[in-house]
């Protein structure tokens, strides 16, 4: 588990340098880059808590940032009074495409481009099948999260 802490604490520092050259913190990335890969860009907001990780009242507040800075609006659940979606604008696309060139050079140099395609395969196999059982809701909204992610 510290070999692990210490690769994503590495992978993450190097990732978080690009978003705040966007002014974006990683959380504000996860959440944008998460509604621009989704059905129609938006999740309600329970499903982004849950993929996330945050809580809803932490995912509230992230959303209130980002609506602030026109990146996300809200919108009401025509059938459900109580939900909400959060919908990506395209000034947060916008930010994404901003931000994207350099977080996928980063991947390429500091993850990806240091793996055969085999090992790349089998580790990402390896991380679904711990990622599926330790954090179930990590697709949460998501349809088929295979067929997303490989569309993504």
Known sequence: M???AE?????????????????????DFE??????R??????????LAAQTSLS????????????REGLVVREACATDRRAS???????????????????LEDI?????????????TAFLDTLRLIRDVVRPCATAGVINPRIDAAQG
Do not use: C
């Not at 959440?31 to 621009?36: G, P, S, V």
């Not at 995912?59 to 980002?66: A, E, F, G, Q, Y």
């Open 31 to 36: 959440t944008l880059i998460r509604l621009a």
């Open 7 to 27: 690769v994503y604490t590495g992978i993450a520092d190097k990732a978080n340098a690009g978003f705040a050259k966007a002014g974006l913190s990683d959380v």
């Open 56 to 67: 809803t009242s932490g995912i509230t507040r992230v959303v209130d940032r980002l609506e």
């Open 85 to 103: 979606y959060a919908v990506i604008t395209d000034a947060g696309n916008a930010r994404l495409q901003q931000v994207l060139p350099q977080h």
């Open 108 to 120: 390429e140099l500091w993850f990806t481009g240091l793996l055969s395609s085999e090992q790349l």
């Open 38 to 47: 989704s059905p129609r860009q938006s999740l309600r907001m329970s499903d």
């Open 2 to 4: 510290g070999l692990f």
